[in-house]
Nanobody, 121 residues
Framework: QVRLVESGGGLVQAGGSLRLSCAASGGTFSSDVMGWFRQAPGKKRESVAAISRSGGTTYYADSVKGRFIISRDNAKNTVYLQMNSLKPEDTAVYYC??????????????WGQGTQVTVSS
């Protein structure tokens, strides 16, 4: 059973930066495709970014392209989301997720508990 634990959320002013981390355990991290999702109040959960097993392929939602960077350290079993130029509309609970393929990461098998990101204007 894969366990995912996010950290790094908090309150930041618009234009600022945060880095989220997600530590994985219980599985073979280097075999999993990893993703970040978010859910704002009253809205559906949406995909933010995804990264392949090696880290060589990444995908981003249009809303975060050029501002967010997903990366992973397979030696530390950790995936990161560097968030720059934050906007109030980035306010949401951010979730880490894992699955076996980039083709199925949109409906991942494993989820973290989420971390709150609040961007003030």
């Amino acid at each position: 059973q894969v366990r995912l634990v996010e950290s790094g959320g908090g309150l930041v002013q618009a234009g600022g930066s945060l880095r989220l981390s997600c530590a994985a355990s219980g599985g073979t991290f280097s075999s999993d495709v990893m993703g970040w999702f978010r859910q704002a109040p009253g809205k559906k959960r949406e995909s933010v970014a995804a990264i392949s097993r090696s880290g060589g392929t990444t995908y981003y939602a249009d809303s975060v392209k050029g501002r967010f960077i997903i990366s992973r350290d397979n030696a530390k079993n950790t995936v990161y989301l560097q968030m720059n130029s934050l906007k109030p509309e980035d306010t949401a609970v951010y979730y880490c997720a894992a699955d076996q393929s980039l083709l199925t990461i949109a409906t991942p098998r494993y989820w973290g508990q989420g971390t709150q990101v609040t961007v003030s204007s």
